[in-house]
């Protein structure tokens, strides 16, 4: 029970009202403590008024009485100036203490008062007042502790019974309006979560807001919003799971008849038909942009890519077998090839991971000053900071066109030239943030265009 919230509230509401009472308490004995002693006062100045009254004096009997029904020893009046000693008995100790109610602060009230409860022993003491009804200038009586000190702690002990029972009784009340306001509200989000959890394709699991306090409805609404969202995000990544399987076998199917397709286009080229040897390129272009779209499109199909084997890798030598195999592409193109990496530059990465990435970038480069029609060069530029590497592909190609650079990085929408798919770059910024990095465009215009790859060093080298 003390592990819930209605618990705990229970728990600091009796605490609360405990303090609380404390607080009332150690002023309320001390008002008690001076109204005792008044009391004391009032009774001893009626029992010295019938001694006056009396034309003579009292025998030593009555005197006794008055005094033991004024609970006092003795009794001084001062009246005209004069002290005069009314009643009196024999003190059995001496006077320890004198306190005078006429000018009374409430801190000493409250010092005396504990002080009184904390001294066990029975004590004489001294208390000076002001005459009721102005009988008088001054009246002072000397009394016995040990009533005092009883009557204090009864009246202590009462009180703190009340206060028990008014913060039983309030922290049950709250304790049942927590439960029924908040408690139990809560208790039907948390159920209508986990339900919507046991099957959050099931629309009819979605929350329906229906509490009236305010924060708890701000609550239930946010959370229906994000049910929403999720089911119909669930329900297209279940659309689109279901398309990808399709296309993945339509494409691994359509691949086998365009290789058969490309096998007779590559015979089409012997042919000494002037006709044929005009359209064969044509064709030949045309099925294995074909084949390349349904390979690529397998590839992204498959499931996510391993986990990167991160070991030392070379990184000029790295760079330089990708810079030779695209060179043997351009073949008589007037396209140039730079390299700016430091020699024996290390770093920690995933060697096969990082050949695929860089390939396609360059390999993306080239085809684009290609396709420009005009010459052109491709630098590659490598170096190391204090928390990792960099490297950047530039070239002076005709730039990015506007839609790819608006959907760069997505699938089937951020190719880079025509014909395109833009999975290569898909594929490339997945792997390089497997590795930790980010791959990222750094500038295109009409002048060129340059990529960006930044690895984290992670475990420094030895």
């Not at 004069?82 to 000018?103: F, N, T």
């Not at 202590?156 to 039983?168: E, K």
Request: aromatic fraction near 6%; include cysteine; proline fraction near 5%.
């Amino acid at each position: 029970m003390f592990n819930t919230l209605s618990g705990r509230f229970l728990l600091l509401t009796i605490a609360f009202v405990m303090l609380a009472e404390v607080f009332i308490f150690v002023p309320s004995v001390a008002r008690f403590r001076e109204d005792f002693l008044l009391s004391r006062l009032e009774r001893a100045q009626i029992a010295s008024l019938a001694l006056l009254a009396a034309e003579d004096m009292i025998d030593d009997e009555l005197e006794r009485e008055l005094l033991q029904n004024a609970d006092v020893f003795n009794v001084v009046l001062r009246r005209d100036q004069a002290r005069q000693l009314i009643l009196s008995s024999p003190i059995p100790g001496p006077v320890v203490a004198s306190y005078d109610l006429r000018e009374t602060r409430p801190f000493e009230l409250i010092r005396d008062a504990m002080a009184r409860i904390l001294d066990p022993e029975d004590r004489v003491i001294r208390v000076i007042g002001d005459p009721v009804r102005e009988a008088g200038m001054l009246i002072e009586v000397t009394t016995d502790t040990g009533t005092l000190r009883a009557a204090m702690i009864d009246y202590g002990i009462r009180i703190l019974i009340l206060s028990a029972v008014i913060s039983i009784i309030t922290a049950s009340m709250l304790f049942f309006a927590v439960r029924r306001l908040l408690v139990m509200p809560i208790r039907n989000v948390v159920g209508a979560m986990q339900l919507y959890a046991q099957s959050p394709e099931d629309a009819r699991r979605i929350i329906e807001p229906s509490s009236e306090i305010q924060e708890l409805h701000e609550a239930e609404v946010a959370l229906q919003t994000m049910e929403k969202q999720l089911t119909a995000s669930l329900r297209q990544k279940e659309r689109l799971a279901q398309l990808g399987g399709a296309v993945a076998k339509i494409s691994h199917d359509l691949r086998n008849i365009l290789t058969v397709a490309q096998l007779f286009a590559d015979r089409m080229e012997t042919s000494d038909d002037p006709a044929v040897q005009r359209s064969a390129p044509k064709i030949i272009g045309a099925i294995s942009r074909a084949v390349n779209l349904c390979e690529t499109t397998l590839a992204f199909g498959k499931a996510e890519e391993p986990p990167p084997t991160l070991s030392h890798v070379d990184l000029g030598m790295l760079v330089n077998d990708v810079i030779e195999s695209e060179r043997l592409a351009v073949e008589e193109f007037d396209l140039s090839f730079a390299e700016d990496v430091p020699t024996g530059l290390t770093i920690r990465a995933d060697g096969e991971q990082l050949y695929r990435v860089l390939s396609n970038l360059i390999r993306n480069a080239r085809q684009a000053i290609i396709a420009a029609g005009k010459p052109g060069e491709i630098c590659v530029a490598c170096g190391e900071l204090d928390d990792g590497w960099w490297i950047t592909v530039r070239d002076t190609g005709p730039g990015l066109p506007p839609k790819a650079k608006e959907y760069l990085f997505q699938p089937f929408q951020g190719g880079t030239r025509k014909g395109g798919t833009g999975l290569g770059l898909a594929i490339s910024a997945e792997l390089i943030r497997g590795h930790g990095g980010d791959l990222m465009l750094e500038s295109s215009d009409e002048t060129g265009t340059q990529f960006r790859i930044n690895l984290p060093r992670g475990i420094r080298l030895a």
